[in-house]
């Protein structure tokens, strides 16, 4: 599905009010008003229109005209294409919900994913299509910030991330040089400086049971190696949200 309705195409049609001789309607995929005249609906329909169809009913119509409303007719279209496109309506609202889901775990910003949603969609089709190439082992474009989304969803596994802050201390000459090298003792660790000799680690796992003390476990061995060259250190953890 792109993000914009073409003539021919089959929609899925949320039912919101229903008259004498029309329907008004809302495109589900699309979040644009829609509207069925009598005259596009089959024969036994019409016997009792308001007995036919109920509010919040979801229905599969063709597109024949776009104005300020989408027109659609619901003649001509068989069981199995019904069927199909309800299908992959309902494929489509599970990988949006599960890929917003990831985001929301990874603390993406909701502005962002709505516009990668957008592009993945422009690109290929849907978010089920593009979830499936991933699953699938393809590359797909996805922008730097969805890198670990696109993980999860490829590995199937749920990433957790860690983080704590250490401090290091050294009046030694070659303090520098040994705060370095106490860094190094970091394993599966990522160390990002925040100023005053102070360190933010972060450690990603598979496993959210022994990733806090992993966490610390690494950053209590480069205490350790500072400690043995007469200097200090001290490590706490950043509660997680």
Known sequence: ???KV???ELVVAEVKEIYSSSVEL???EYNLKGFLNVSN???LWIRDLKKSMKKGQLIVGKVIKIDHTVELSLKGISKYEKERKLKEYSLELKSVKLFNKVCAENKIKNKLV???LSKLRDKYGSIYESLEKIRGGEEIDLGKEFAEVG???KTGVKTYEFKG???LHSNLGNGVDLIKQSLLELKGVEAIYIGNTK???KLKTTNPKKGEKNLVKEAEKAISKIKSSSGSGEFKLINQK
Do not use: D, K, S, Y
Request: proline share 4%; no cysteine.
């Open 1 to 3: 599905m792109g993000e």
């Open 6 to 8: 073409e003539i021919g």
């Open 26 to 28: 809302n495109l589900a």
């Open 41 to 43: 609906i089959p024969g």
């Open 114 to 116: 709505q516009e990668e």
């Open 151 to 153: 993980t999860r969803f």
């Open 165 to 167: 802050e250490l401090e």
């Open 199 to 201: 360190f933010l680690l």
